[in-house]
């Protein structure tokens, strides 16, 4: 049974970590009110730009521009290349968050792993995702990119998309999938698999006709300038959903932390006071023997 001094020192430890728990909580929500401003500002102009290319490459011949082109699956051994981006936190601490994105990872790798006709590799950002599949080495990472989503910035995601468009424009791979986590609340995070490259014309309806637009310039020039900007601004904006789902669940899960601690040094210290009453009243059981050893040795 555990002593007086073994409870009291359990109530001060969790007292401590609860105070950790509670400051990650206060630094997670400062930070998630900055991310959540620059994603919810970041959208809109994502997803118009999104809608923009759509339309401008159902309305241009796929070999106007690399970024455009679709590649079949070969006639030779190598057959089709996919690469998956996969977006994970640099730190723990979060939840689900990081183990979510990495189950989900895997899962659409295995997804292909039995065709022998399609080449999987992966670019990792992030800490907690490059450690997880250096430990294994079943696939193949093609670049590695983590420890700044402290001081994240445009730069960052300009670096990586131009690492993504020319592996595809060298032909070194034939698709790019993107994967992250999607901010949608505080304690709410989506999971998103979208395919980045090569860029998929909008839907059209079977009775809709296509309306041609007037490019000025032309629209090889239109195309050469919009299209890197569009890879580049959807990788930013990848970047920053994740960041914001991370703060978020790192939130949310300090906060369960920090609740739970309550509720053990509530359950500790009645713990405490029962083992210091059982202790009181043994005492007082002993010195009551011992009074009544002593009158009847008097009598």
Not at 136 to 163: C, M, P, W
Not at 220 to 229: G, S
Not at 240 to 247: F, G, I, K, N
Not at 264 to 275: H, P, S, V
Request: proline fraction near 4%; charge should be positive; include cysteine.
């Amino acid at each position: 049974m555990a002593t007086l001094r073994d409870i009291r020192r359990r109530i001060t430890s969790v007292k401590s970590t609860q105070q950790i728990t509670r400051a990650m909580k206060m630094v997670a929500a400062a930070k998630l009110r900055r991310a959540q401003e620059r994603i919810l500002e970041a959208r809109p102009y994502s997803y118009k730009m999104g809608e923009v290319l759509s339309d401008l490459a159902l309305r241009s011949p796929r070999e106007l521009h690399p970024l455009l082109a679709t590649r079949e699956i070969r006639e030779n051994e190598t057959g089709s290349r996919k690469m998956l981006m996969v977006i994970s936190g640099d730190r723990g601490l979060c939840g689900a968050f990081n183990s979510n994105i990495i189950r989900r990872s895997v899962d659409f790798l295995r997804g292909y792993q039995a065709d022998p006709e399609i080449t999987l590799t992966l670019m990792v950002v992030g800490r907690k995702v490059r450690d997880y599949y250096r430990r294994r080495g079943q696939y193949t990472v093609r670049s590695e990119y983590a420890n700044f989503f402290d001081k994240l910035a445009y730069s960052h995601a300009a670096q990586i998309a131009q690492d993504l468009i020319r592996s595809y424009v060298e032909e070194e791979v034939d698709e790019v999938h993107l994967l992250y986590n999607e901010f949608k609340s505080v304690a709410t995070q989506r999971v998103v698999v979208e395919q980045l490259l090569p860029i998929q014309p909008s839907p059209v309806p079977p009775d809709a006709a296509v309306v041609e637009f007037l490019f000025e310039p032309s629209a090889a020039d239109i195309l050469e300038r919009l299209l890197p900007k569009h890879v580049e601004v959807q990788v930013y904006r990848a970047l920053m959903e994740s960041l914001a789902a991370e703060y978020g669940a790192r939130m949310t899960a300090m906060e369960n932390a920090t609740r739970n601690a309550s509720e053990m040094i509530d359950l500790l210290t009645i713990q405490f006071n029962k083992a210091r009453q059982e202790r009181i009243t043994k005492e007082l059981l002993e010195l009551v023997g011992g009074a009544e050893a002593l009158r009847q040795a008097e009598g």
